[in-house]
Every structure is written in C-alpha cells, then in structure tokens.
C-alpha cells in the first residue's frame, strides 16, 4: 500500500526554487466543465462552467449557500461531483463516470485518479486545519516529505523559505496554538505551497480571522498573486478580488450568474442577482 | 490496510510466542517434581524412583493439590516448599508406583474442570468419595478417613447437631462434600474459597455454622489460641478420601495397591501422626510478613506487572482493530466489531478466563496458563479499549482528514502519522483507567492456574490461615503498582499536552 500521488523526480528538479511552476499561456491551466452536484434533493451545484488562465488569480464571490465552496471543494475532490469534467493540468476527471458506493466507498483506480487530480493543487481552508501536533516546519514537511518523498534536507530547506516568504521565519520551531490566527492561516498557505501545486485553492481564507488580522492573510496572498502563482479564491473581500482577480465569477444558486474581469462583474454588474449581492455586501445596514 | 493487519497479527503472535516460552520454562505452579519432604518415608528415601513401574502408570503422574488447604496440602511456611498429608502421601504412593510426581496447584473450584482438560492426571486433595463423582471419575480407594465436625461460635448453644442446621446459614466451599452435608441438613450454603475464610465469617457472625474435615479443623483449632469457635458435633457419616482421574485412566488398580502397601507397612500412620497431632502455635503476623515481603513482590514482578503490560500492549493492538472496523463503510466489518465489542463487554472476564484456559482444550487447544491469560486479558482490553480509541479519533475535526487527504495522504497514512498521535492525547486518561483495572483483574488469573501476587498471598496465608494480614499486604503492593502506574500516565500527559494550550 503507497500513497497514491505520483512521485516528482526530485533529482532534476530546481532543489531550493519556491516560484510557482511556469506554464504555457494560452492554454486554460483549469477547465470545468457542466459540473454538477446535489446533496440529497437539494442541487448545490447545477451547472458550472469555466476556465482559468495560468498564472492567473479567479476569485469567486456568491451569498453563502451558493455552492462556491462545494465548487472549489470539487476541484480538489473533497467533494465527488456528481456529473461534470475537471481538469487540471494534465489531469482530467469525468465525474460522470465516478459512482461511488455507500459511505462515499471509491474503488482503487478511482482513488489513485483522484489523487493524480489532488497533487496538482494545494488547499488553503478557511479553519487552516493545521496538523495541531506538529511544529509549523513538520507542518510543512508532511506532504513533500511523507507522501512524495523528497529528501528532508532539501524539503527543509524549500519549507523554510516558504516560510520567510510569509514572514514567519521567527515561529518554525513552534506548535499551531503558539500563533496567532493570521500566522496560522499564512502557515496553512505556505503548506499548500511546500506541494508544490500548479494551482492554489483558497476557501474563504479570510472569514474565520479577526478582522485586524485579515489584512497580513490578503497581504500575503496578493504577493503571491504578483509573482505569477494560479489562484482559485473563494472569498467575500471585494476589495481584494477588485485589486488581485484577472477573472471573477459571481456564483448564486449553483449557476455561474456573472463572469468577467473585477471591472465587469463589481463595478458594472449586468444581472439583477449580482446587483443586489454586491449592495448587500457594500451597504450592510 | 493489509499491511497494517498482517503487522498487527506478526506483533501479536511474536508476543504470545515469546510469553509461551516462560510459562513453560517455568511450570505454573512453584512445586515442580518434589522428592519425598521427609526422611522417615520408607521407601522413598530413595532419590530415584523405583526401577520397575507399576503397570498403568505414566512415567510422570501430573497431580493436581490446592497448595493452600493445611494440613493436607499447603507451603511450608520457612522453605516455601509444597508439602502436607497429602503431598507427602502422595510421595510416598508415587514411590511405591516407579513414577515421578509433578504437583500443578489448582484452586479447588477449578480442580475438577482442570482434571477433566487435562492439565493434570490425578487429584490427591483430600476428594471426598461419593456417587456422583463415582460416576463421573475414576475414584481410588480410600487412603483416609475421617468424619465431618459442626463448629459454632463460642456462646451459641442452639446448635447442637446435623439435625438443629435447618433453617441455619452455612459457609462451605461450593464444590465441596461439606456443601452437601450441611445442604441435606437443611442449611442455606454461603460460598467461600477456603476453611480459613469459612471459620471467619462464622467468627464474625455472618454465618452460623461451618461443617468440614475434623483433621482440618483440629489442625486450624490447634495453630489458634483463642479461636472463638468450637466443634460441638461429629456428623455420623464417615467421609472417605479418594484420588480421582479421568474415566479409564486405568491407574486405579495399581494405586489401589499401593494404598494397601502403605497401609500394610505403616506409612500411612506415621504420616498421619506427623500432621495430625497437635502442633506448635503459628508463626506471629510479622514474621509472616517479613518472610513473605520478597516472595510476593517476586510474584508481581515476574507474572502480575509483565502479565499486565504484555496484556495491555497486545489489546491496545486489538483494540485500534476492533475501533477501525467498527467504523468501516463495510456494514459485515462494523457489525462484527460492534458484535465483538458487546461480546467482551457483556460477559464477566472470570467467565472469559475459564473458557480459554478450560473451554477450548474440549476443541483440542490447549494453552499454558499464562499465554492463556495474555490472551483472555488481551481479549478484554481490546473490547474496552476500542470504545475509547473510536470516540478519540471520532472527536478530532474533520479537517485533520481533509487537510491529510489535500496532501496527498492515503487513509492509512493519514491514521498512522495525523490521527492517532491526536486522538493518543483524549485517549491516554480513560486507557490508564483500563491499565489499572487490569493490574487488579491480572488476580483472578489464579483460577486458570497462573501464581500471581493474589495467589501467592493466598499461598503464603495458607499454612497459619492469616488470609486477612496477606491480604492486607497484596493489597498495598497492588497499590504501590498502581502509584507507579499513574506516575506514568502523568508523564504521559504532559508530553502528549505539549501541542495544546494550557
């Protein structure tokens, strides 16, 4: 029994680097196609489709209940769509074909197909869900050490740097609870980048922080945004997508209601729907 | 998952290979093949036994004693060596035979069980003769006889004989000839294990009554000089003690024999004189602990603490097993687990002993005490355990799976290296509960024939009837064992606390 991610060869690859890997423009690094999902009788997702450019940042805004987690939770199979194409990089999955049995049972070629699809992004939740038992460097080394084998010194040296590019140098000897809710956020991202994945996935990154603590969590990710990594961004700070975002959807009701650049979709909302999310965001009182 | 299972079972079975190997270095029992105790017995002055076996007989005669029942068999209070009427007999019996003697010390309750699974080949315990077991087992002629006494407390004057137990309490070994005589006679019986026990609970008022072997009691009223009791009757009926075998062990003709010989040549009376004739008064209290102290801390280091930790670690093994199968998709693993679990649960670890160490020879398997022991324990463990471990790995947040699987992990990985060291952390205080239970529960191995610390108390109470002074120590032993325990569990928790807040 072995994990199911493939194995990079770790001897031609560029050892300390921790740029975001490069990508041919022009080609959509992330295609989803018609996808669609229910749980029980009530359809989360109905039919969504959309592209994703690489080296380029998609936010994702919606009221809550719209189905935007559940779509960024599809991309990385944390949730098993129920019909629809993913593709990411090189790796395309037909959910369509995916039944899985009772207890959400998925037979061996599936679950290696899957994480074939998972190794090639890297999740950031919205609870960080730190490993609370190991230290912010061990956090970081699970997944290129454990599941993909790279050597630890070289891990453990890629991790370190990951972790000055998100200013926590001074805490990599200590537990998750040692930090504050920012630092373990930026923790939660630079684990995600240790994978080295060709697309980021963040979850509402923001809406569990108090909000002084949000600016040095957007902070961190408009760095990363700048220096040319995908990201696919769930979020509710308008701002942010309006500075960052090469592409925004507007998601309600398990549709893709508007899509556009932030100069469309926030500043010149064509459907009603958008119109009223975006008021009710700005002018909450 | 395969992996993970063939490891768990390589794991165990190397451990119950390795604690095979003590116990039968080590024979369950401290009297192993004992030449003849004193130097008057005739014939087996001789260290060899006679050149010339008597037909029907094995080379060695496995024979099954309480070793706490004086005088007829017990330890020697100085030597700690097994002897009493009995054993000494027996010597001698086994002398006249050509054979050797090999003594496994059973509590009565389970001798006949015993017997029968073939743990030994003969019961030279003072059995008393009847029909039932006549029919049951090969009974010898009698070697000894004698009647049975009514002992009363000092003062009571209702009793007066058989005919005046109606109505009256009793206390009896359950399985005994006296059970039966004071049962006919119209008293209501109160188990107990041993004489001594019975004389205390009559002492103390809790019972009115204790009918047993006249030798017995002179013997016990003999080492005492304020009993508090007194025999007031004789029962009419003699009682007769028989060895017993297995049907058709074909040993009884010879033995027959032999008890006519030593009869014949005064054997039998000298042995009788020696432990039936008043003796000096018993050893004090504190010379008894004092020579007790390093028998029965030997006993907690050998058997109670090794049996207690191998017991442990194998059902911990068992019990993440028994929690992951309880919680598989796979509805035939999660009902064999929840079946398994209510199983081990439901039924008394007493009763759980008795059928591994007693049960499974009738299917041809037979295990030595203490493997059985490691067994039935591990067995226990693991249906408690696994509740424990289930509800820790239950309790930590579905994130830590999710993070897991976002990285690439597999399940068995994420459980191994995410899971289990944080669910480790909510378990530790309720497995240290089942740890210690299991410390006091390694005792009642005694009734599958293992000398731990109970019983060696139980041993060395025997021979002065001190049950309530060897009790008291065993307990303070037991106690200091768990002091340490929960020292350990402390530790535990702090190292394991380091990644959370205080």
Redo the contacts between chains.
Sequence with gaps: MTDHTPRPDHSTTDGGSVAPPTAARGIPLVAVDHLAKSFGAHEVLKDISFTVEPGTVTCVIGPSGSGKTTLLRSLDALEIPDAGVVRVGDCTVDFGEIHPGPKRRLDRRTRELLATLRSKSGMVFQAHNLFAHRTVLQNLLEGPVVVQGEPVAQATERARRLLDEVGLSAHVDKYPFQLSGGQQQRVGIARALALRPQVVLFDEPTSALDPELVGEVLGVMKTLAAEGWTMVVVTHELRFARQVADQVLFIDEGLVVERGTPEQVIGDPQQARTKAFLRRIMEPI | ???VVLTAIAVLLAVLFTCALPSSAAPPAPAATTPPTSPAVPTGSAPAPAPTRAPGIPATLRVGTEGVYPPFSYHDEKTNKLTGFDIEYMDALAAKLGTKVEYVETPWDAMFAALETDRFDLVANQVTYNEERAALYDLSEPYIETTGVIVVRDGDDSIKSLADLKGKRAAENLTSNWAEVAKNAGATIVGVDAMALAIDNLRQGRVDVVVNDKLAIQNYLATRPDPGVKVVAETDDTSRSVFAARKGSGYMPSINKAINELQADGTTKRIYDKYFTPKAQAPSRWDLVRDNAWPMLRQLIKVTIPLTFISFAIGLVLALLVALGRMS?NPVLSNLARFYISVIRGTPLLVQLFIIFYGLPEFGVKIDPFPAAVIALSLNVAGYAAEVIRAAIQSL?K??W?????????R??TLR??II??AA?TAVPPLSNTLISLLKDTSLTSVILVVDLLRQAQIAAAPSLQFFTMYLMAAVYYYLACLVLSFIQSRTEVRLN????S
């Design positions: 998952m395969k992996r998709p947040p994130g830590q999710e993070a897991a699987e976002t990285i690439g992990m597999n068995v990985t290296r995410i060291p944080q952390r380091r990644f959370v807040a």
